[in-house]
């Protein structure tokens, strides 16, 4: 081996330094498009419906166009549907064929309700703060009656087969409204205790409810917020927030499956998660990753 002089590995290790960034940036690019190809392979495979046998999966979601004035959908017809005002946060059965909107909120973030079920559209209530639909677009769970500053409002529930609603529970937090895919079992949060921090708002102590197929809401050990329910309840995710000394939060993501509750990892407190259709399975993130269980 010939050695190199010192003014020789002077002048090189600039060209080295920028080959080793140059690597590390086409690593770093590769393992990106892996982590992206594993994430999409995973919602393709597990998280779209399907309308054909052939392994490949996809929605037929309609679509819905917003304006100032006025909300249309198209959904295969030539004339679209035609909502009087402007909707926000549509929500899909999954598989994307219904729906259901708040339209024309006004400053509190409160709207009317209404429901698209693949045909028409049909205002259902108004003073609507927040709301979920069940995975297979029979039922709406929704909140009315909202306070602000105790972060809670009334808990109803629509079942669109009956065309009525009925008065779940009052004092129940937006945070933690759950409904199983068939919308006979849900889950709320109540008995919100706040502790006082300077230049901070944070929830002490809550109790999540379940409600299994009808039957009255039974509480879950505290400080539990369910993220979601199966049918029957089979399974039961939920998560624990711990708060870090920068007020930060920290979920932890457990589930209950009969008698057995097993912890499966972090999990963003603030994330939003996926389920497939009879819930066995979750897709959820954590600083940055994409995780499936």
Do not use: C
Not at 3 to 18: I, L
Not at 19 to 30: E, Q, T
Not at 122 to 138: C, H, M, P, Q
Not at 182 to 203: F, H, M, R, T
């Amino acid at each position: 081996a010939t050695p190199t002089s010192p003014d020789t590995a002077e002048a090189a290790a600039p060209a080295r330094r920028k080959i080793r960034r140059r690597i590390l940036l086409i690593a770093g690019i590769a393992a990106i498009l892996v982590v992206l190809g594993v994430a999409a392979f995973a919602v393709i495979r597990n998280f779209l419906t399907s309308d054909s046998n052939d392994g490949f999966a996809y929605t037929k979601s309609p679509l819905i166009i917003i304006g100032e004035d006025e909300t249309q959908i198209y959904n295969g017809h030539s004339e679209p549907v035609t909502i009087d005002g402007s909707a926000e946060a549509p929500q899909y059965s999954m598989d994307g064929q219904k729906a259901a909107m708040l339209v024309d909120r006004n400053d509190e973030r409160v709207g009317t309700l209404y429901y698209y079920d693949g045909t028409e559209a049909k205002e259902l209530t108004d003073d609507v703060y927040y709301f979920r639909i069940s995975a297979d677009g029979n039922t709406i769970a929704y909140i009315t009656d909202y306070d602000p500053e105790e972060y809670t409002g009334t808990l109803q529930i629509y079942d669109i087969s009956q065309m009525k609603s009925r008065e779940v529970a009052d004092e129940v937090t937006p945070v933690g409204l759950a409904l199983s895919p068939d919308g006979k079992s849900y889950a709320y949060v109540s008995d919100l205790e706040s502790d006082d921090v300077p230049n901070y708002n944070i929830v002490k102590n809550y109790t999540s409810y379940i409600s299994v197929n009808g039957k009255e809401a039974e509480p879950l050990d505290s400080d539990r917020m369910v993220i979601g329910i199966s049918n029957s309840a089979t399974y039961i995710y939920y998560m624990r927030i711990e708060w870090t000394a920068a007020m930060d939060a920290v979920g932890r993501l457990y589930v209950r499956h009969g008698k057995e509750e097993s912890k499966i990892g972090r999990i963003d407190a603030t994330g939003t998660s996926f389920f497939n259709r009879d819930f066995s399975e979750i897709l959820y993130s954590d600083d940055g990753s994409t995780y499936l269980s």
